[in-house]
């Protein structure tokens, strides 16, 4: 038995088999009282002695002792207590209580051909088969209840020396001992199933994580795919689809193309820390300032592209990259001379595929930088 026990019997199955040992303590101990009093009344009422009240009296004040222990354990938070040893803790409790309850048989079991005799053997069955059936996931407190009872039962029935006291009590200790083996398979049928159900919300759990774990992955992917690794802004990749999906949907469309002026000058006399601080200056700046339908991006090294969509697509492209030129002079300080060149097809009624629009608008960069830099030029 408790090799089973130790099979199944991780914390968290001792912790499920508390709850379940004390889910119904107190209709079990009122039950309990209620039994002992039926008996009292009728072992008085036929032998007339007060001994059976004093009896009573210690069953009611251990069932109330049994029943605060059980409430105090029900109140107290799972996750802090120690589920062995409250376990063990009303295991002797019920213990105790099965003492108390053999002095019934001892003292007013005769013959059980009286009517008195019959009841306590009828009752000390009950009480005990009741107990047994109600710990399917825990047999050792009904165990621990049950064996002192019916010790006292059967050694009572024997000492009489009587052919149907020999009969019940062979019967009594045939049905207990398959009671108690039930009891016992209960158990190990509920640590399996408990186990089983743990472990399957542990995979349900892992699966979940893992799969969050892959969603993140695969947003990460396509965060590295997408976006430009220095500045955060969208790279080429992204230009290509967003470009071609506007043409395709004949939605009106501008497009600029910037370069930093000077920028080698920058990398070569102060390093390409101070290179890497401008680029990822301007990039702020362009996703700060861009407004609906505007999509800064980085095409790679120190030139940029802004797409811009809409009927007054133009317009709005025109003022977006005069700022960012008015804001790379601002933080340049005129170090260096850098500055921004730019190239910009606005949309003019012409029907372009992406390719001939990226060509016009780098044909307008060059015409640009042609005519000394730090200008727009439009194709």
Same mark, same amino acid.
């Given at each position: 038995? %408790? ?73 107290? %938070? !799972? ?20 003492? =108390? ?12 051909? $009286? ?28 165990? &621990? ?27 009594? !200790? ?86 930093? %002026? ?20 301007? &990039? ?6 861009? @407004? ?18 809409? $009927? ?20 340049? @300080? ?8 730019? @190239?910009? =097809? ?24 042609? &005519? @000394?830099?730090? =200008?727009?030029?439009?194709?």
């Amino acid at each position: 038995m %408790d090799a089973i026990s130790s099979e199944f019997g991780s914390e968290d199955v001792r912790r499920a088999q508390l709850q379940s040992a004390l889910s119904n303590i107190t209709v079990t101990l009122i039950a309990n009282s209620f039994i002992a009093s039926s008996a009292a009344l009728l072992i008085y009422d036929e032998r007339g002695t007060s001994f059976i009240f004093v009896w009573l009296a210690g069953i009611f004040g251990l069932n109330a002792v049994r029943l605060a222990h059980g409430l105090r354990l029900l109140r107290a %938070d !799972a996750s802090h207590q120690d589920p062995e040893k409250a376990l063990k803790s009303l295991t002797r409790l019920a213990f105790v209580a099965g003492l =108390c309850w053999s002095p019934l048989p001892i003292a007013f079991l005769d013959s059980i051909d $009286s009517r008195t005799a019959a009841y306590i053997v009828f009752i000390m069955a009950g009480i005990t088969t009741g107990s047994i059936i109600q710990s399917l996931a825990y047999w050792r407190i009904s165990v &621990a209840f049950s064996s002192p009872i019916l010790a006292a039962t059967i050694a009572k029935l024997l000492l009489q020396q009587n052919t149907v006291d020999l009969v019940v009590a062979t019967n009594m !200790a045939l049905l207990m001992a398959m009671l108690i083996r039930s009891a016992v398979i209960s158990q190990q049928k509920f640590c399996v199933s408990h186990a089983a159900t743990h472990q399957a919300t542990e995979l349900a759990t892992s699966l979940r994580l893992a799969h969050a774990e892959v969603q993140e992955a695969n947003e990460t992917l396509k965060r590295l795919a997408t976006t430009d690794p220095l500045t955060g802004l969208p790279n080429r990749s992204v230009f290509n689809q967003t470009l071609a999906s506007l043409i395709h949907e004949q939605t009106p469309v501008s497009l600029a193309l910037i370069d930093i %002026d000077n920028f080698k000058t920058v990398n070569d006399t102060m390093g390409h820390a101070a290179g890497d601080e401008i680029l990822c200056t301007l &990039a702020l700046f362009m996703m700060d300032k861009a @407004g609906d339908d505007i999509t800064p991006i980085r095409l790679g090294g120190d030139e940029f592209a802004v797409i811009a969509s809409g $009927s007054d697509s133009a317009a709005r492209l025109m003022d977006y990259v005069l700022m960012l030129q008015q804001n790379m002079k601002d933080q340049s @300080g005129g170090l260096h001379n850098v500055t921004l060149s730019v @190239g910009l =097809c606005p949309q003019d009624g012409k029907q372009r595929s992406a390719s001939e629009l990226f060509a016009a608008t780098d044909r307008a960069l060059y015409a640009a930088k042609s &005519a @000394g830099r730090d =200008c727009i030029r439009s194709a």
